[in-house]
C-alpha cells in the first residue's frame, strides 16, 4: 500500500513542477499618465466623459490585474504545500 501512496505523491509532484501558470497577464489598456489626462481635461482637449471612459478602462485593467495575483497567489500557495509534502 505504500507502494501506491508514494507512486501517488511522485505524479502529484511531477504534475507540480510541470504544470504552467494558467494565469495569463491581461493586457494593459492604452492609456497616458494621470497627470497627462488631468492637464488634456482642464485644457478642454479631452471632454469628462472622455476622462471618465479613461477611468473606467484603468478600473477595468486595474481589477482584473487583482483577480489574476490572487489566482497566482493561490498557485503559489499550492506548490509550497506541495513541496512541504515532500
Known amino acids: 500500500m505504500s507502494d501506491h501512496t508514494s507512486s501517488h505523491s511522485d505524479t502529484r509532484r511531477k504534475a507540480a513542477r510541470n504544470a504552467t501558470p494558467a494565469v495569463a497577464p491581461s493586457p494593459a489598456p492604452s492609456t497616458e499618465p494621470w497627470s497627462t489626462l488631468i492637464k488634456r481635461w482642464q485644457y478642454e482637449d479631452l471632454t469628462a466623459e472622455q476622462a471618465i471612459g479613461q477611468l473606467l478602462l484603468w478600473g477595468q485593467y486595474l481589477h482584473s490585474e487583482t483577480l489574476r495575483l490572487q489566482r497566482l497567489h493561490v ?8 513541496l512541504a509534502e515532500e
Open 75 to 82: 498557485q503559489l500557495d499550492q506548490r509550497v504545500d506541495t
